[in-house]
C-alpha cells in the first residue's frame, strides 16, 4: 500500500495552505482526495505530485482559470491542448525571466554604485 498523506502534510510539503488545498478541490484543480476516518482528507503520492506541479504553475504566475483549462485537458487526456497550454506559458515565463534578468543587472549595477560611494572611490548620486 502506498504512503497516503493527511492535509497537514500536504500543506507542510508544498507550502499551500489547508484552506488553499480545499479552495483548489472546490475550483476542480484537484480531485476530491480519499477519506480515512471520521472524513479526514487522506492525499496519495499521486495527488501530492499533482498538487506540487500546481505549486509550479502558480510560482509563475499561471491564471488559475489557464490552470484549470490544463487540468481538464490532462484529465480528458487531450495532450495537444496541455502542450498549447503549456508552450504558451513558457513563452510568458521566458519573457518574465529576460525581464528579472534585466532588473537584476540594474540591481547590481546599482549595488556597485553604491559601494564605491562607500568606498569612497566617488561621490554621490
Not at 472546490?26 to 482528507?41: A, D, Q
Not at 500546481?54 to 487531450?78: C, F, G, H, Q, W
Not at 495532450?79 to 534578468?101: G, I, K, M, N, P
Amino acid at each position: 500500500m502506498s504512503r497516503q498523506y493527511t492535509i497537514a502534510e500536504v500543506a507542510q510539503d508544498t507550502g499551500l495552505a489547508p484552506d488553499t488545498l480545499r479552495f483548489y478541490e472546490k475550483k476542480g484543480l484537484l480531485k476530491s482526495p480519499e477519506r480515512g476516518p471520521g472524513g479526514v482528507r487522506r492525499y496519495s503520492e499521486a495527488d501530492l505530485g499533482r498538487i506540487r506541479f500546481l505549486v509550479y504553475l502558480r510560482n509563475t504566475s499561471m491564471p488559475l482559470k489557464d490552470i484549470l483549462a490544463y487540468v481538464e485537458a490532462y484529465d480528458r487526456n487531450d495532450e495537444t491542448a496541455c502542450f498549447d497550454l503549456l508552450d504558451q506559458h513558457r513563452e510568458r515565463v521566458e519573457e518574465q525571466a529576460r525581464q528579472l534578468s534585466e532588473t537584476l543587472e540594474v540591481i547590481k549595477y546599482k549595488l556597485k554604485h553604491f559601494q564605491d560611494i562607500k568606498d569612497g572611490k566617488t561621490k554621490g548620486r
